[in-house]
């Protein structure tokens, strides 16, 4: 290898990256600083971690193997993003900068050049890696979850890892004890990192066992089927082991969890489940993929197959329990990527004129797609053209109104004695408490939780103890109607007077964001026995089982 061909590839990652951090400071710096929910979930601790390496290692250590041990949302996944912590410090920008170095760029790169190299043939034209790389690196369902805040295309990186040895030794039957250990490690990692990719690792691992199947038959191979045997054994010792060693206490506990019961305010009809995932993806790249999936038949692209399967299992599986957010549906878009590939392979391997052409329409879709979902003069812009951009865009999160946020966080500081404590009956991007909490984190000691979500938390009725409360009219919530009951009857009663709301006067008004005006509430006598037995029987119309407390 000359030295040209030694710097081509690191070359290509540090030009990848520079150009994705430009990219994030962009993107970071249309955003109004306020997150909330899982938006902040990893941000705050990638803060949390960063301070306590910073003053004690020894106790970091510690606490990190607790956590992974114990904690289904372990700071695992941050331990290679603390450098940056460490550097740069702890801003938005510097989180967003570390995922895409660490973990963003690597996965496009691997992708690309996995599906680049089964999808290219003796006459595919030299250029073509361009522009796949171009086409993985402005893959926007990597991005949106990275650019929300939400690291789990880290797992993508140990899935791309175990696809790559499963599809290296045919499926475990070259090599099956290497391959086996090493694919078992990449797949243990994913969960490690993020818990719900074992639904990841369930549909490579069945995708994986009916090709391997598949391959036995097409070559008559049968007594290969031994080694693809030994070689699962191995993986899933691997994993079993792993699990045990590191992370027994929550093995337990999922074992002993119905996350179908858990997340059921979650979940809806399949129908909207898949419309939900295809508006994360434009029309255009949706076509490239349908392309791409027939050439890989007609070529026998036995990769891309056994990929897009992959991803239509894990689908089919995760959908059981919840609907697929951003972050979940990253290793399903990861998967249709080596399609996507061999529709650009061949559009830019056609002759003359027409692979020209076809260069800068493959070029276009992916930059436009990009422009689009994550930029709002992109969105603006295109508009017309809608279909050249994810549905589901992702813009910068801003605020309408934020001068009135503020008012209200000061007129709760102001109001409130040191044994004060308020709630907050709204669960959605408009108002939570966990807005307002992320707005002034100073208020955290005041704030009595609210149920978030009826099948996961239940109503908590000491928010009815709570001196202040804020409501908003039309009410707000997150998920589909129906699955926050505990937020949208109380948020009534308030708005109406009627019920423990008549213990309450209103004090302030409050335009907030899309419409919505937002109401402070103050307890004026405390709520009695028999308001406490009404709410609760309605709630009861929906869930029997909930009790009315002691009061």
Not at 179 to 198: E, K, V
Not at 295 to 311: G, H, T
Not at 323 to 345: C, D, G, K, T
Not at 422 to 442: C, G, H, I, R, T
Request: glycine fraction near 6%.
């Amino acid at each position: 290898m000359t030295n040209r061909n030694a710097s081509y590839w690191p070359a290509i990652y540090i030009a990848s990256t520079l150009l994705g951090v430009l990219l994030a400071m962009l993107y970071v710096n249309l955003e109004d600083p306020v997150y909330y929910w899982d938006f902040a979930g990893y941000f705050d601790r990638f803060n949390e971690q960063g301070a306590l390496l910073s003053n004690s290692p020894a106790e970091w250590l510690n606490l990190l193997h607790t956590s992974i041990a114990t904690e289904d949302y372990s700071p695992a996944i941050l331990v290679p993003l603390l450098p940056f912590y460490l550097i740069f410090g702890g801003s938005r920008f510097s989180y967003i900068a570390a995922t895409v170095t660490v973990y963003l760029v690597p996965t496009a790169f691997f992708i690309a050049r996995l599906s680049y190299r089964e999808a290219a043939s003796e006459t595919a034209s030299p250029r073509a890696w361009l522009f796949v790389w171009i086409a993985a690196f402005f893959y926007t369902p990597f991005w949106a979850p990275s650019l929300r805040g939400l690291p789990d295309i880290a797992g993508c990186m140990a899935i791309v890892a175990a696809t790559y040895f499963l599809w290296k030794s045919k499926f475990l039957t070259l090599d099956p004890v290497m391959s086996g250990i090493c694919g078992g490690a990449y797949l243990w990692l994913a969960f490690m990192l993020r818990r719900w990719y074992a639904y990841a690792v369930i549909g490579l691992v069945i995708s994986a066992a009916c090709f391997c199947l598949l391959q036995a038959v097409r070559e008559r191979s049968f007594s290969s089927l031994g080694k693809a045997v030994l070689g699962g054994t191995c993986a899933m010792l691997v994993v079993i082991a792993a699990a045990v060693t590191f992370q027994q206490p929550l093995m337990l506990k999922i074992m002993h969890t119905s996350y179908a019961d858990l997340y059921g305010g979650y979940r809806t009809a399949f129908v909207s489940q898949v419309g939900e995932v295809g508006s994360r993806l434009s029309y255009v790249n949706w076509l490239l993929i349908v392309i791409g999936l027939c050439v890989s038949l007609m070529r026998r692209n036995w990769f891309a197959l056994f990929c897009a399967v992959a991803s239509v299992l894990t689908f089919l599986l995760f959908t059981r329990t919840q609907n697929p957010e951003r972050h979940h549906s990253l290793p399903m878009f990861l998967w249709l990527f080596p399609a996507y590939a061999q529709a650009i392979v061949v559009m830019v391997s056609m002759p003359g004129r027409r692979s020209r052409w076809s260069s800068i329409a493959v070029t276009a879709a992916a930059v436009l797609a990009f422009w689009g979902t994550f930029f709002p003069g992109g969105h603006r812009l295109l508009s017309p053209v809608s279909f050249v951009f994810a549905r589901e865009t992702t813009l910068p999160l801003r605020l309408d109104n934020l001068p009135e946020y503020k008012r209200l966080i000061d007129d709760l500081a102001g109001r409130m004695r040191p044994e004060d404590r308020f709630s907050v009956f709204a669960s959605s991007p408009v108002m939570s408490d966990a807005l307002l909490y992320e707005m002034n984190k100073d208020i955290l000691p005041f704030i009595n939780w609210t149920c978030q979500v009826d099948s996961r938390d239940r109503f908590r009725p000491e928010t009815l103890k709570s001196k202040y409360i804020v409501a908003t009219d039309p009410p707000v919530v997150h998920l589909q109607a129906g699955a926050q009951l505990c937020i949208t009857i109380p948020d009534r009663h308030l708005i109406q007077g009627e019920g423990f709301g008549a213990a309450y006067k209103r004090v302030a008004t409050y335009q907030l964001s899309e419409g919505v005006t937002g109401y402070l509430y103050e307890q004026v006598r405390p709520v009695s026995r028999a308001e406490i037995d009404a709410l609760y029987g309605e709630f009861r119309t929906k869930y029997p089982d909930w009790t009315t407390p002691a009061w």
